[in-house]
Every structure is written in C-alpha cells, then in structure tokens.
C-alpha cells in the first residue's frame, strides 16, 4: 500500500519547514511568491492534495440583499447614499448585492423577495422602517440581518444607528448656549423611533438648563407640509426665539414659515435642524444642522453582516454613530 504523503515529505524535498509548506499550501502570509509556487509545484508532483477546513459556504462567493420601503428608495438625498456606499463596499470586497424595494402591498402581505425566501443570500440589510411584523418575518427566516437607522425592543437584530439622543441634545445646548429660553421643537414621533429619541435629547438638554418645557411650542404630531406648518405658527400667541426641528425638510419649512410671518432669521429667531442634507443648504439663510456620515452607515452595516455571518450566535449589537454640529447662519444669539 502506497505510503500517504505529508507536508513533511514536501518540506524535506524542499529543505524547508513543515509550517511554511503549511504557509504556503493554506495562502496565508509568510512566504514568499516563489516559495508558494515552488511549493505548489512539489505538493502536485508528488500527489499531496491539501483538504482546506473551509466549509463550502467560505469557498463561494457571498451574495447579500439590500432592501427598503419604495419611500426610503425615493428618499435619494438620504438614503441614495447609504445604498451607494453599501454597494461600493460589496463592489470593494467581491460581495454579490441583491437590491429590491418593498412595496406597500407586500409589506402588508408580509411578501418576502424571492432571493429571502428561497435563501439564496447569505444574509440581508434592512434599511430604515418597513413595519415589525415585516423585518421579523426577515429575521425568522434565519438569514443574518442587520438594520440601518432603525431598531426596536422586538426585533432581535444587529443596528447601526444615530445617536439621535446626543444629537439633539447637542443642537438644544448650541441654542441654549446662545441665551435661547424658549425654545420649540417640531417633528412627528411617531414616524420614527430616531424622531422621538431627538425629543428625548431636546428634553434632556432642556431639564439641565433648568428650563420648563411649554407645551404649546412641542409639537409631536407635526405633518411635513408647508400649510400644516404656517398654521402651526399662526396660531401662537408668542413665538419662540429658537425652533428645534427633527429634520432638514421640517428646518426648512419652518425657516420659510417665519420669514413669510416677517421676522428675520437669526436675528429675531433661530432655527436648528437635524441631517446635514441638501435643504438646510439651500435654505436662505443656510440652516445650522446636525450632520450625519450617511456613508459610514453603509461601510458600517456591511462590516457589521460580514461578522454576523461568521457570528452567528454572538449577542445582538446596536452601534451608534455620532451627529455633529454644523453651525450655519439660521442661530444667532439673542438680543434685547
């Protein structure tokens, strides 16, 4: 019977050690290219076939899938990038990328795409809110599934997201550290877990200035429409020296709003918002912001479904990235 061959018997042949040819054979690093040649070479010659201990999955190439509700499709300013910088990164890493939206009948339906149901991914991004019943139905598949800009108490997945707490904060001290007293905050909370975690910053920031929240000028339920807003406005008795808006289009829509009401911005009124996107620069005056690394979402949640697919019974982790200030011409300080 034929005698086995060894890495050792290359390694002699060779006049090498046993852990190069093994260096070599499994291509990691430590030799060099004519050394893994050379050693390539020998092991075919004299019949040695080395039995890697990757599974099959690690020998294919990765496919994951990318989906969203057909509104975060349409948000391109915000969420164009983070697809953007997603697809860069499976580009980048050899990674097949599955993109479809989710229609509002499917997410109804509870229709998962195709490429999920039949598991041909090995594993999906969730991006933004879609409904819980929907993204658990995603995780109940088994499939490793990390979420961008959105988490809940119910759902048992990975999430890269904002520190909207923080965020906040630091946008109603900024007003705060410029004598603002009244301030006002507008959004609607119950669109997104992130919008009522930036009321939560403002209130925070609000509690240790030692200043009493009016809840006349707390507006929670505000619709993104411009008539919805002048009305708003209209129908205060007093309006506050500052407004702190959950978003850029509400920012804008504001700023536009009391400007038509005649007062001037910042120097009767100031106004923050949140998002660093495309209207708090064309608003006019520029509208001072909370500025969010949308592409850091994208390379973070890809990094993160790499390692949940090698993990898959580590804890859930929540990363969060920060939110920083841009000052802009819409806040001043108060004047007499």
């Keep these: 019977m034929k005698r086995k061959v060894t890495m050792q018997d290359i390694a002699d042949r060779l006049g090498i050690s046993k852990n190069s040819v093994s260096q070599a054979l499994t291509g990691k690093g430590g030799v060099s290219t004519d050394t893994k040649e050379l050693v390539e070479r020998t092991a075919a010659e004299l019949g040695y076939v080395y039995k890697g201990k990757k599974t099959p999955k690690e020998n294919r190439q990765l496919?994951?899938?990318?989906?969203?509700?057909?509104?975060?499709?349409?948000?391109?300013?915000?969420?164009?990038?983070?697809?953007?910088?997603?697809?860069?990164?499976?580009?980048?890493?050899?990674?097949?990328?599955?993109?479809q939206s989710i229609s509002e009948?499917?997410?109804?339906?509870?229709?998962?795409?195709?490429?999920?149901?039949e598991k041909r991914v090995d594993g999906v991004i969730i991006v933004s809110h879609i409904s819980l019943d929907y993204i658990n139905k995603v995780i109940s598949t088994g499939i490793p599934t990390v979420l961008i800009d959105h988490h809940h108490p119910l759902i048992h997945a990975d999430a890269i997201l904002t520190n909207n707490r923080f965020g906040a904060y630091l946008a109603t001290k900024h007003l705060i550290d410029l004598g603002h007293r009244e301030i006002a905050f507008v959004g609607n909370i119950?669109?997104?877990?992130?919008?009522?975690?930036?009321?939560?910053?403002?209130?925070?920031?609000?509690?240790?200035?030692?200043?009493?929240?009016?809840?006349?000028?707390i507006f929670l339920t505000a619709k993104e429409e411009n008539g919805a807003i002048d009305r708003k406005i209209k129908s205060l008795k007093h309006i506050p020296s500052a407004w702190l808006c959950v978003n850029d289009g509400f920012g804008f829509m504001?700023?536009?709003?009391?400007?038509?009401?005649g007062l001037k911005i910042p120097d009767q009124v100031s106004v923050c918002s949140f998002d660093n996107g495309q209207l708090s620069q064309l608003a006019d005056p520029p509208i001072t912001t909370m500025a969010i690394n949308l592409k850091?979402?994208?390379?973070?949640?890809?990094?993160?479904?790499?390692?949940?697919?090698?993990?898959?019974?580590?804890?859930?982790?929540?990363?969060?990235?920060?939110?920083?200030?841009?000052?802009?011409?819409?806040?001043?300080?108060?004047?007499?």
């Design 254 to 261: 504001v700023s536009s709003s009391l400007k038509s009401f």
């Design 63 to 99: 496919t994951i899938g990318l989906i969203a509700t057909e509104f975060a499709f349409s948000m391109k300013s915000f969420f164009g990038e983070i697809f953007l910088s997603v697809e860069q990164n499976a580009i980048n890493n050899g990674v097949n990328l599955l993109i």
């Design 190 to 217: 119950d669109f997104s877990p992130s919008y009522y975690e930036r009321m939560e910053g403002f209130l925070l920031a609000l509690k240790e200035a030692n200043i009493t929240p009016k809840e006349e000028v």
């Design 296 to 336: 850091l979402f994208g390379s973070y949640a890809f990094k993160q479904l790499r390692w949940r697919i090698d993990h898959p019974h580590e804890p859930v982790q929540e990363i969060l990235l920060p939110a920083n200030l841009i000052k802009r011409g819409s806040t001043g300080r108060v004047k007499d």
């Design 105 to 117: 009948s499917a997410k109804n339906d509870l229709i998962l795409p195709s490429f999920i149901e």
